[in-house]
């Protein structure tokens, strides 16, 4: 049974950082794409971005391009999401997500490209 568990995820004012942690349990993490989503209150759940199997090509959505970096751990069985700059609009609850694959370009976005989730890490962002 394939599970992700989030963590680092707290109360940063704004122009701040937080790196979030996602570690996988239950499957290959080398032959895994993993991603993260967000979800504010009252919004559906948005693309943040995303990795391949070798972290060789990551994949961004337009509002953290820039700010944001996706890495991951291959031996530690663990994926990153590093938030530089952040703004009160990054306030959300942030997921980690996995799918099987590995090269390419991880330009998976929709939340049914993904089938294994985490329960979420929640990020507030003052200003």
């Known amino acids: 049974q394939v599970q992700l568990e989030e963590s680092g995820g707290g109360l940063v004012q704004a122009g701040g950082s937080l790196r979030l942690s996602c570690a996988l349990s239950?499957?290959?993490?080398?032959?895994?794409?993993m991603a993260w989503f967000r979800q504010a209150p009252g919004e559906e759940r948005e693309f943040v971005a995303a990795?391949?199997?070798?972290?060789?090509?990551?994949y961004y959505g337009n509002s953290v391009k820039g700010r944001f970096t996706i890495s991951r751990d291959n031996a530690e069985n663990t994926a990153y999401l590093q938030m530089n700059s952040l703004k009160p609009e990054d306030t959300a609850v942030y997921y980690c997500?996995?799918?099987?694959?590995?090269?390419?370009?991880?330009?998976?976005?929709?939340?049914?490209?993904?089938?294994?989730w985490g329960r979420g890490t929640r990020v507030t962002v003052s200003s």
């Open positions: 239950g499957r290959d993490f080398s032959a895994t794409i």
């Open positions: 997500a996995a799918k099987p694959g590995m090269g390419g370009t991880p330009q998976y976005v929709r939340t049914q490209d993904f089938e294994s």
């Open positions: 990795i391949n199997w070798i972290g060789s090509s990551t």
